[in-house]
C-alpha cells in the first residue's frame, strides 16, 4: 500500500478543500483544516502500527519515475527515524491549528489563505522526511520555504517581512551550497555507473578525500542553517519573535529538524569519511552552541527570542549527539528532536496565549500571572520544566543520552555541555519568576484564564511530555535500530568499559 | 535480591494524592487536605508492614527488589524503573513517611487559613512521593529522578508564597544552586557506566572492586557535589536560609529532617565508592567538618528563629557528612544522627512554627521572651528538642552526636584530633547559640508589641509536636540499645575492623558535655542577667557582623559569580547582534553589492535577490566541476 504517497495527498486534498471553501467563512475553513490535520495524524498512527521495528531497511518503500531523463525518481521510504520524525509533524500539526485558532486574523491576507499554506506545509514536511531521492528531497527542502515565508511576512508581528526575508536568505544561501554539491555527486554518479539521485546509490560513490569533504560542506552548512548552529544562527531569534506562535511551533519544532535529520541521512550516510574528518570541529561548534545559546537565553527580554535562544542550546545538544558517534549519543539525539518539538510547542504556545493576552512579549510586562491566571501560568511552568529537562519529563531522557553517550567518547564536550543545565535552569526560571510570580503588574489583572479550546490544544502535549518522561521505550525501539543501523555503517563501535584504565 | 510486588504502592499513594489534588483543583479544596494526610500516613503504615517482614527474615534475606517496567535501554545503557527496600532504605522510608504524616496532621491547622491550603498539601504528597522514589531507586539514574523531585517540590513550597518577591527569588536560588549539584550527580553517573559500564547500586558495587581509583575518586567527589547541593553543605550552603520563606511545616520537613539528609543518604549509599577512594572520603569529611562550624557560627547570630534553626541544621548535616566521610565505622553513626535529628530538629521547627502562630507571624526571637508562661506545651516539647540537640543524657543527641565526635577522634593521627576537636567546639557553640535561642524565645520579659496576644496552639498541631518529643527524648537511647542501628545496618557496609581508640567513650562524653555547658553558660551570662535589647544591637564587633550576613556568603557568590555571569550575558547580547549577526549582514551587503542595508532592499529586490542567488550557484557549480574532474 502506498502509505507514504497517501498520506501526503491527504494535507494536499484538505487545502484543496480549504481553497474550494468562500473566503467568508472563516469557521468552516479552520474547521476543515483541523479535520485534515487529525486526519493525517490518524493515518500516520495507523501506518506506524504497522512498522517493522526491528527491520533497518527502508520500509513503505516507493518508487516511480519522475524526470526519466536526468534518472530523477519520485522515490519514498522510511526507517525508525523518518517515521518518529513524520509522528512528531503530524502529531503537531493539529495541535497548532487549534491552538492558533485566531492567530491568522489581522494577516496580510485572508485566514483561509493562512490555512491552505499550513496544510501545503504539512505535505512538505511528510515528504521531506520521506523522500530517498535526493533532487525529490531537494525539491521540497527549498519548496517549504515559500510557506513559511509567507505564515512569516503575511501573518507574523512587528517587522515581518524584514524577518521573513532574512529567513528566505539564510535558507536559499544554504540550499545553493547544498544544490551544488547534489549536482556534482550526480555528475560523478554518471561517471560511475549511470546518472542517478537514488541516495543508496549515491552512497556507495567513489570520491576523493578532498571533494568528499567539499561536497559534505556543502550539505552541512545548509541542515547547519535549518538546525541552527552557531555562528549561523541569527535569522531564527528574528523570525521566532516575528512569527505567530504557531508558525514559530512548525519552524522550531518540525523545519529545523530537516536540519538534524538532514545531517544523519544525508551528511553520514553520504560522505561517512568527510564526517569523521569535520566531526571535531562539529563538536565544539555543537558545544558553543549549547552555552552560547543559553546564556543569550538568560540575557532576553523578549519572550519569543528567549525561547528561540533555548532551542538553539537544545540543538546544540541534539547535533552533539549525532556526532557523537554512539548509540546512546545517536538514539538520544533522535528522541530529542522528537521531545523538543513537543516541549517548544508547549512553551511557544503557551507563550503565544500569554503575549495575545497581554499585547505585549516584553517579560517584565508580565508579572504575578500564577494568581491572576493559574492553568496558564501552570501550563507555562510544565513547558519550562520539559525544556530544562527535568527527570521524570521527556526531555531528560533524551538529554540525559546525549550527555552519557558523548560522555563515553568525548568526555571533555560533555562535561561542558553539561554545563548547560545549570543555565537552563536560569533561562526557565528567570522568566517564570517575572511572569508568573510576585506582584500583579499593573495592566495584568483582568488577563483571562486559558478557555476549553486551549486546554484541549494543550492536554496533548503535556501527556506526550509526561508519558514519554516514564515510559520512552515505544519510541525508542522504534530509533534504537536504525540509529545501531548508521553508526555501524560508519564503521563505530560503542566504547565499551574502561575500568578506570585509559 | 528478592523480589516485592508492593514497594510502588510507598509511592504511589502520595503521587496520586498529589495528582488528584492538582488536577482537581478547587473542587478538591473541602477534603483535599485530609485525603493528602491519609495517603501520607497509608504509605507510612505499609512502610511499617514492609519493616515487619523483613524483621522476619535472615539478614541477607532483607533487602527487596521491584522492577516495574523498562526505562532506557539504549545499546549497553538498560536503566529499569526498579525499586530496591534495603535495611538502609527502610530507615529513610520511616523517617519520610513518619515525620512527614506528622507534618501533614501539623499543617492542617497550621495552614487552615491559607485559601491555596490545597496546593501546599499536593505539593507536601508530591514531596513525600519523589523524596521515597529517592531512597527507593534501585540505580543511580532512579535516584536522580527522586534527587530532582525533591528539588522541584522544593522550589514549590519554598516559593509557595511567590506572589512576594523575595520569596519568590528565594526559591529560585534554592533550584539553581541545587542544579549545581545536580550537575555533579550527572557527572558520576557518565563516569560509572564509561568505566563500569552500569549505574545499578549492585551493579557498581560489584564493579567497583575492578575499576581503578582514579574513577572512584572522580564518581566520589562528584557525587560529594551532588550531596553539597541538595544537603546544603559548603560550597553550595547559601540557598537553605532563603528557604525559609517556605510555609514552616516545609521547612521542618524539607529543609531540616528529610531532603536536606539526602546528601548523606547518597555517601552511606555510596559506601562502596567512598571506602575505595581515600581522597574523595578525606574531601566528604573536610566539607562536614568546614559546613558544621559554618553553620554554627551563623547560628550566633541570627535573630530569625527559623533562620537559626537553618543554621543549625547546615551545622548538624556538616555532623552527619563528617560522620559518612568516617566510613566505614561512621556510616550508621551518620545515619543514626540524622534520624535523631529527624525528630528533634522538625520538633523544633513545629515549635517555631507554633510559637509564629501565636505571635502574629514574628520570626524576630529578639521581639519574643516569656512565652513559656503562654505556650506551655509548646516550651515543653521545644525544650525537649533543645536537650536533644545539645546532646544532653539522655535525649537523643547524646547517643548520636557522641558517637560521631568519638568516631572523628578515633579515625586517627592529626587528622583525628583535629576534626574531634572540631567536632567538640562545634558542640559548645551550638550549645550556646541554641540556649540564646532559648532563652531570648521562652523565658525572660516579653518584648513583644502590645497588639499581639500570644497564644498555645490547637491540638493538631501540639499533638506532633509532642509526638516528636517523644522521639527526640528516646530515640537516641532506642537506635543505640544493645548497638541496634548499627547490627542492622551492618550488612550494607565492609567492616574492617575496629579502630584504634584514641580516647575512651567516656572521656569524650565528658568532654562533650564539659563544651555543651561551656556554650550554655555563656548564653545564659550574656541572655539572661540583662534586659535584651528588642532591636538588635548595631554597635558590634565586626565579627558579629560577618556572622550576621552569614559569613559573607551571597556577598561572595555575587561577587564571584552573579555579577561576572551578568557581565558576560550582557557582553554576549550585544556581541551576537553587533558582530555575529553584523559580519552575516555585512557578508550579504558585499555579496548583494549594494551599500543599502537588508532592511531598506528586503521585499522589492527579493528577485534581485534570486537572481543573485542563481548567479552565484552557477560559479559554486562551476568551481565543484573543477574539483571533481
Not at chain 1, 516575528?242 to 508558525?247: E, I
Request: proline content about 4%.
Amino acid at each position: 500500500m502506498t502509505w507514504l504517497t497517501l498520506l501526503m495527498a491527504l494535507p494536499l486534498a484538505g487545502s484543496l478543500a480549504v481553497a474550494a471553501l468562500p473566503k467568508t467563512n472563516e469557521k468552516l475553513v479552520k474547521q476543515t483544516a483541523l479535520a485534515t490535520t487529525l486526519i493525517v495524524m490518524a493515518a500516520t498512527i495507523a501506518m506506524a502500527l504497522g512498522f517493522q521495528r526491528d527491520n533497518v531497511e527502508l520500509q513503505f518503500v516507493e518508487k516511480y519515475s519522475w524526470i526519466p531523463f536526468f534518472g530523477i525518481n519520485y522515490a519514498l521510504g522510511i526507517d525508525g527515524l523518518a517515521l518518529v520524525l513524520i509522528l512528531m509533524s503530524t502529531i503537531l500539526a493539529p495541535v497548532v491549528v487549534l491552538a492558533g485558532w485566531n492567530e491568522s486574523h489581522g494577516g496580510r491576507w485572508s485566514v483561509k489563505t493562512f490555512y491552505i499554506l499550513i496544510l501545503v506545509l504539512e505535505t512538505m514536511m511528510i515528504g521531506v522526511f520521506a523522500a530517498t531521492d535526493v533532487f525529490l528531497f531537494y525539491v521540497i527542502f527549498e519548496a517549504m520555504l515559500i510557506p513559511v515565508y509567507f505564515l512569516i511576512g503575511g501573518y507574523g508581528t512587528g517587522e515581518r517581512s524584514a524577518a521573513a526575508v532574512k529567513f528566505l536568505i539564510y535558507s536559499l544561501f544554504g540550499g545553493l551550497l547544498m544544490l551544488a554539491s547534489i549536482i556534482a555527486l550526480y555528475v560523478m554518479s554518471g561517471a560511475q555507473g549511470g546518472h542517478t539521485f537514488d541516495l543508496a546509490a549515491l552512497s556507495s560513490l567513489e570520491m576523493s578525500s578532498t571533494t568528499q569533504d567539499l561536497l559534505f560542506l556543502g550539505f552541512f552548512i545548509a541542515f547547519a542553517i535549518k538546525a541552527p548552529l552557531w555562528p549561523l544562527h541569527t535569522w531564527l531569534p528574528d523570525a521566532a519573535e516575528s512569527a505567530t506562535p504557531g508558525t514559530s511551533v512548525l519552524l522550531l519544532g518540525v523545519l529545523d529538524k530537516v536540519g538534524t535529520f538532514g545531517m544523519i541521512r544525508y551528511c553520514l550516510t553520504l560522505f561517512p569519511e568527510a564526517s569523521k574528518t569535520f566531526t571535531p570541529m562539529i563538536l565544539v561548534l555543537a558545544v558553543i552552541s549549547i552555552i552560547y545559546g543559553a546564556i543569550l537565553a538568560i540575557g532576553q527580554r523578549d519572550l519569543k527570542r528567549l525561547i528561540a535562544f533555548t532551542s538553539i542550546s537544545h540543538f546544540g545538544f541534539i547535533t552533539m549527539g549525532i556526532f557523537a558517534m554512539t548509540s546512546q549519543g545517536h538514539s538520544g539525539a533522535t528522541l530529542y528532536m522528537f521531545n523538543h518539538a513537543f516541549s517548544t510547542a508547549a512553551l511557544f504556545l503557551v507563550g503565544g496565549w500569554m503575549i495575545s493576552r497581554r499585547g505585549s512579549s516584553t517579560i517584565a510586562d508580565f508579572g504575578g500571572l500564577q494568581r491572576i491566571t493559574p492553568v496558564m501560568a501552570w501550563m507555562f511552568f510544565l513547558a519550562g520544566m520539559s525544556s530544562l529537562a527535568l527527570p521524570g519529563l521527556s526531555s531528560f531522557v533524551s538529554e540525559f543520552l546525549v550527555l552519557v553517550g558523548t560522555f563515553t567518547r568525548y568526555p571533555a564536550h560533555a562535561v561542558i555541555a553539561t554545563c548547560g543545565i545549570v543555565l537552563a535552569a536560569l533561562y526557565i526560571l528567570i522568566p517564570v519568576q517575572k511572569a508568573l510570580h510576585g506582584p500583579t503588574t499593573p495592566g495584568n489583572e483582568n488577563l483571562s484564564d486559558l478557555n476549553l479550546r486551549e486546554k484541549i490544544a494543550i492536554a496533548p502535549v503535556i501527556a506526550i511530555i509526561v508519558v514519554l518522561g516514564f515510559y520512552p521505550s515505544p519510541l525508542l525501539k522504534v530509533i534504537n535500530p536504525a540509529a545501531s543501523h548508521v553508526i555501524a555503517q560508519l564503521g563505530f563501535n560503542d566504547p565499551v568499559p574502561t575500568n578506570g584504565s585509559k | 535480591m528478592m523480589s516485592s510486588h508492593s514497594l510502588v504502592y510507598l509511592i504511589a499513594l502520595p503521587l496520586a494524592g498529589a495528582a488528584i489534588l492538582l488536577l482537581a483543583g478547587r473542587r478538591s479544596d473541602k477534603w483535599g487536605h485530609l485525603l493528602a494526610t491519609g495517603l501520607s500516613a497509608s504509605s507510612f503504615f505499609l512502610g511499617l508492614y514492609q519493616l515487619s517482614l523483613m524483621l522476619s527474615r535472615s539478614n541477607e534475606q532483607r533487602p527487596v527488589g521491584q522492577k516495574l517496567f523498562e526505562w532506557i535501554s539504549v545499546g549497553t545503557f538498560n536503566i529499569d524503573a526498579g525499586l530496591m527496600l534495603d535495611q538502609l532504605s527502610i530507615c529513610f522510608v520511616l523517617l519520610i513517611t513518619g515525620v512527614g504524616t506528622l507534618i501533614h496532621i501539623y499543617s492542617i491547622s497550621y495552614m487552615s487559613h491559607d485559601p491555596d491550603r490545597r496546593r501546599f498539601f499536593a505539593f507536601l504528597n508530591l514531596f513525600i512521593a519523589a523524596m521515597l522514589l529517592l531512597v527507593l531507586g534501585d540505580s543511580y539514574l532512579n535516584l536522580y529522578v527522586g534527587w530532582e523531585g525533591v528539588g522541584l517540590a522544593s522550589y514549590l513550597l519554598i516559593g509557595f508564597w511567590n506572589q512576594k518577591l523575595a520569596y519568590a527569588t528565594a526559591s529560585k536560588k534554592a533550584f539553581v544552586m541545587n542544579r549545581i549539584g545536580d550537575m555533579g550527580l550527572s557527572f558520576a553517573i557518565m563516569i560509572a557506566f564509561a568505566t563500569m559500564g552500569t549505574v545499578s547500586f549492585t551493579g557498581v558495587k560489584a564493579a567497583a572492586e575492578h575499576t581503578s581509583t582514579a574513577a572512584l575518586t572522580a564518581i566520589g567527589i562528584m557525587l560529594l557535589l551532588a550531596a553539597t547541593g541538595k544537603s546544603a553543605q559548603f560550597p553550595l550552603q547559601a540557598w537553605l536560609g532563603d528557604a525559609m520563606a517556605g510555609p514552616t511545616p516545609v521547612s521542618a520537613l524539607i529543609h531540616a529532617a528529610t531532603m536536606v539528609t539526602a546528601g548523606v543518604y547518597l555517601i552511606t549509599r555510596s559506601n562502596f565508592i567512598f571506602d575505595a577512594a581515600p581522597t574523595a572520603q578525606l574531601l566528604v569529611v573536610i566539607v562536614g567538618a568546614i559546613t558544621l562550624m559554618f553553620g554554627a557560627l551563623i547560628g550566633t547570630a541570627k535573630d530569625d528563629i527559623k533562620k537559626a534553626l537553618a543554621a543549625s541544621t547546615m551545622s548538624q548535616i556538616g555532623y552527619m557528612i563528617l560522620g559518612a566521610g568516617l566510613g566505614p565505622v561512621g556510616y550508621a553513626f551518620a545515619i543514626m544522627h540524622l534520624l535523631t535529628h529527624g525528630f528533634f530538629k522538625a520538633g523544633m521547627f513545629l515549635g517555631a512554627g507554633s510559637v509564629i502562630h501565636g505571635m502574629n507571624d514574628e520570626v524576630n526571637i529578639r521581639k519574643y521572651g516569656a512565652l513559656r508562661k503562654f505556650m506551655p506545651i509548646t516550651f515543653a516539647t521545644f525544650g525537649f528538642g533543645y536537650l536533644a540537640i545539645l546532646g544532653v543524657p539522655p535525649f537523643a543527641g547524646f547517643y548520636s552526636k557522641d558517637m560521631i565526635i568519638e568516631t572523628a577522634f578515633n579515625s586517627g593521627g592529626i587528622k583525628g584530633i583535629i576534626l574531634g576537636s572540631v567536632t567538640l567546639l562545634g558542640a559548645g557553640i551550638t550549645a550556646f547559640y541554641m540556649t540564646r535561642v532559648m532563652i531570648l524565645t521562652f523565658t525572660g520579659t516579653s518584648r513583644w508589641d502590645e497588639e499581639v496576644h500570644p497564644y498555645e496552639s490547637p491540638w493538631l498541631m501540639w499533638l506532633p509536636m509532642a509526638i516528636l518529643a517523644v522521639g527526640s527524648v528516646t530515640s537516641g537511647y532506642l537506635l543505640s540499645h544493645g548497638n541496634a542501628l548499627v547490627n542492622w545496618l551492618s550488612p550494607l557496609f565492609e567492616s574492617h575492623g575496629e579502630h584504634d581508640e584514641f580516647l575512651p567513650p567516656m572521656v569524650v562524653s565528658g568532654l562533650a558535655l564539659a563544651m555543651v555547658a561551656i556554650g550554655v553558660a555563656i548564653a545564659f551570662l550574656k541572655y539572661s542577667r540583662s534586659d535584651v535589647d528588642a532591636v538588635a544591637p548595631s554597635d558590634v564587633s565586626i565579627f558579629t557582623t560577618i556572622a550576621r550576613q552569614d559569613l559573607m556568603q551571597d556577598r561572595f557568590n555575587e561577587a564571584v559569580f552573579m555579577r561576572p555571569g551578568q557581565l558576560l550575558t550582557s557582553v554576549l547580547v550585544k556581541t551576537d547582534e553587533a558582530i555575529i549577526d553584523g559580519a552575516v549582514r555585512g557578508v550579504g551587503r558585499a555579496a548583494m553589492g549594494t551599500g543599502a542595508t537588508l532592511r531598506g532592499v528586503q521585499s522589492g529586490f527579493v528577485r534581485s535577490y534570486a537572481a543573485l542567488i542563481l548567479i552565484g550557484a552557477v560559479a559554486l557549480i562551476a568551481a565543484i566541476w573543477v574539483v571533481v574532474q
